[in-house]
């Protein structure tokens, strides 16, 4: 019953687990700190803490997340959403920061589409790729959701786009590593593995990159069947 | 988005969170949304009984809380004992994504999953969602859950119309609606066009219900073979697929299949007793004994907490007993001592499970050759005996007077059988078992009379000639005195026939009279929900004349 790759894996979702608690705590202890200090909140390296912490957390959740895809350990569980909703919390989680930077943001999505989904691995990847939007752009974000045979999901920003190998190279993120810039492949590697994951039927899901659109900057697009 | 304002400052909030930095930040946020009526428990314990207290409108509970009861846990005990409005919102608060959890039953499922970290705006939107939401079917599930299924099903349908947003939800309370008013083909089209579409998982566990009802067992059993490939998170299927197949006879695959979902979710009581059961089945002694561990363990924290689990335990272990090591034997012998000691500690006040205890102790103290032990308990027991008021179940008739037999104590065993045999002469699996063990067979004789006679009374209920059913059942109950069923059929019979007959007062005297003579009955039986229902009406009526 127990092999060591599923030890491997308790071991591993035990030790996130830890680590997102110390993360937690940490911000907690941080935020009691702040609280006696005046106007330390909106100074600029508070929203700094929040931002790197949040993508800590979130590679530690890819991560884990991947490990079990490869196992095949990860359920998938999809159900009925409401895109509109979906995408508004996805915009909330950044909240903070969004304020913090001033930036202007967009919701095109028509208000009735519901959607199948996996709403827990959907939103990692969303939310992570609006993150990173809001990292490289300057003030301005939309997301946009068109629905007809299949959902798409839609990420504008107005910065200055991926670089044209990343565009090139989607599907083969181990080219696209960049230590200087922060790049580790893990974002879109993920994006790829989980709309692969909700396949439908002969269709499978995809992502793909661009840049334009009506931003001008980066476009990020994740269809799932 | 235009959600309708939300008046927080008038809602109720119960925060149960473990961690006290955690807790108050929650409560900071709560606090920023307009919330005013909060109040914060630290353990699964406090929840409930701060729920028994006081109904709360909006409840955010940590998943894990340490030692104490589970999110999940502190969910079902609130719905099970009723301690939550229908439209209460509760948000379960998790370390983890939950897609890496497994889900709990899919009647108990939380309106809403939060990852932590997550901040107060988003929070906000979670809230906003889930009180509109729970408010717009509020209608329904009031009726639904006092089963007036057929205005409950006008009311969803109408839900539905007036929120498209909902459509999914009401389309499962309609489900629900026609499964109570047994429309099975319809209720079976619904769910099956919702699967073809997409499957998802309450509507593919309907499908496989309605099967069941239908008593359509192979189909169910290739529907819930295909639902734990396609959701093995869910571990409803597997429930099913294992009962399914226990039935066909298939008892190793049903315990292959328990054994799957236990391996993805332990802590689940029900699940861990039923394999205990199968395992036994198929003299599997190991995995018996490993699964009423758990059972007792995982029973702790638990409101759902029965004694069976402890004894079927010790039994397990007593079985576990041959051909061990004597190393490994006096760790066994002093495991199934500390389950006694639990046992005992546990339910200290009801000498039912103290009567019980105490025969399987002596049993387990023969099994080891222990005679100091065997005869304290013998002792133990017979004492207890006398002071019992209620009537032992079935089951627990058949396994305390087999022991007792064992043990040699016949004149012990015949007596309780004797008055099992009265009182669950129509229980064919009953009669089956305890005719092998009495040695009285005017018992088993007797017992097949007055279920006759009981029969012959109901056949003339039903044919509404209540002169003729009182004039049975006065017979069956000559035979069977203590007899639970006989004596509220009685009395149902004496209410009609004080309806339409001419002398309503005697009628109802004598009603009132059989009913003072069960007194045995414990307020936990199956049968006492009937019997405090025929007193209120006997009561109404006598008031009324």
């Known amino acids: 019953m127990h092999n060591s790759e599923n030890i491997f894996s308790t071991i591993l979702a035990s030790t996130v687990h830890d680590m997102k608690n110390s993360l937690g705590m940490m911000l907690e202890a941080l935020d009691s700190l702040l609280d006696k200090l005046e106007d330390s909140k909106t100074d600029p390296k508070y929203g700094i803490v929040q931002y790197e912490s949040m993508r800590v957390n979130n590679s530690l959740m890819q991560l884990l997340a991947l490990y079990k895809i490869e196992n095949n350990q990860l359920p998938f569980n999809p159900s009925y959403h409401n895109v509109y909703d979906f995408i508004e919390e996805q915009i909330l989680i950044h909240e903070p920061l969004l304020k913090a930077k001033g930036f202007n943001y967009t919701i095109d999505v028509d208000e009735d589409i519901e959607a199948v989904f996996d709403e827990s691995l959907i939103s990692m990847v969303v939310s992570n790729i609006i993150g990173n939007a809001i990292r490289y752009a300057h003030s301005e974000i939309r997301v946009s959701a068109e629905i007809d045979e299949r959902l798409s999901i839609i990420i504008n920003d107005d910065g200055p786009g991926y670089p044209a190998q990343m565009i090139e190279l989607v599907g083969d993120y181990m080219l696209g590593i960049n230590q200087s810039t922060g790049s580790t492949g893990l974002g879109l590697f993920f994006a790829q593995k989980v709309a692969e994951l909700h396949s439908h039927g002969e269709k499978s899901g995809s992502i793909e990159l661009a840049n334009g659109g009506k931003l001008g900057g980066g476009a990020f697009l994740i269809n799932i069947p | 988005m235009n959600t309708p304002r939300i008046r927080y400052s008038e809602k109720s909030v119960l925060i149960i969170e473990d961690f006290a930095e955690f807790a108050r930040s929650l409560k900071g946020m709560v606090h920023t949304i307009g919330c005013q009526k909060v109040r914060t428990v630290h353990n699964g314990e406090d929840a409930i009984q701060a729920c028994k207290e006081q109904k709360f409108d909006i409840i955010l509970s940590d998943y894990n809380l340490g030692d104490s009861k589970d999110g999940q846990q502190i969910l079902e005990e609130l719905i099970h004992f009723n301690l939550i409005k229908t439209n209460t919102v509760f948000i379960m608060i998790t370390a983890e994504n939950t897609t890496a959890m497994v889900m709990g039953a899919l009647e108990f499922q939380p309106d809403s999953y939060l990852t932590k970290p997550f901040n107060g705006s988003l929070l906000n939107s979670r809230l906003d969602r889930a009180v509109s939401k729970k408010d717009a079917l509020a209608p329904a599930e009031r009726l639904m859950r006092k089963k007036q299924w057929q205005q409950a099903l006008e009311t969803c349908e109408k839900t539905a119309n007036d929120f498209p947003k909902y459509r999914m939800a009401c389309l499962r309370q309609k489900f629900e609606c026609l499964r109570g008013l047994q429309r099975y083909d319809r209720a079976l089209e619904l769910a099956t066009q919702i699967v073809n579409e997409r499957p998802i998982p309450w509507a593919m566990m ?340």
Do not use: C
Request: without cysteine; aromatic residues 8%; negative net charge.
């Open chain 2, 206 to 545: 309907g499908v496989g219900e309605i099967f069941v009802a239908k008593k359509q067992v192979e189909r169910a059993i290739d529907l819930f073979s295909d639902m734990i490939k396609e959701f093995p998170m869910v571990l409803e299927g597997y429930d099913w697929l294992a009962k399914l197949l226990y039935r066909k006879g298939q008892v190793l695959d049903a315990q292959r299949v328990l054994e799957k979902a236990v391996e993805r979710s332990p802590k689940a009581l029900k699940r861990q007793k039923l394999l205990g059961k199968v395992a036994e089945e198929n003299d599997d002694i190991e995995t018996m004994a490993n699964a009423f561990r758990q059972a007792v363990k995982f029973g702790n924290n638990s409101a759902f907490a029965s004694p069976d689990e402890f004894i079927q335990l010790t039994k397990s272990i007593g079985m576990q007993l041959q051909g061990v090591s004597d190393k490994d034997r006096t760790k066994l012998v002093e495991e199934a001592e500390s389950v006694f000691d639990k046992l005992d500690t546990k339910f200290k006040r009801d000498p039912t499970v103290q009567f019980r205890s105490a025969v399987a102790h002596a049993s387990f103290g023969s099994i080891t050759n222990d005679e100091k032990t065997v005869e304290k308990y013998l002792n133990n027991a017979n004492r207890i005996y006398d002071r019992i008021e209620e009537h032992l179940g079935s089951k627990e008739s058949i396994e305390i007077s087999e022991s007792l037999k064992n043990l040699g104590q016949n004149e012990l065993a015949e007596s309780i059988l004797e008055e099992a045999f009265e009182q669950y002469f129509d229980d064919p699996q009953f009669i089956a078992k305890a005719s092998q063990l009495t040695t009285n067979k005017h018992l088993i004789e007797n017992s097949k009379k007055a279920e006759k006679l009981n029969n012959e009374a109901i056949s003339y209920f039903k044919k509404n000639d209540f002169n003729s059913a009182i004039d049975f059942f006065a017979q069956a109950s000559e035979i069977a005195p203590n007899n639970v069923n006989i004596n509220l059929n009685f009395v149902q019979s004496l209410l009609k026939r004080s309806q339409i007959g001419t002398n309503a007062a005697k009628d109802l005297e004598q009603a009132e009279e059989i009913l003072s003579g069960v007194t045995r009955l414990s307020p936990q039986d199956s049968r006492f929900a009937r019997y405090s229902e025929l007193n209120r009406l006997t009561q109404l009526m006598l008031q009324s004349l």
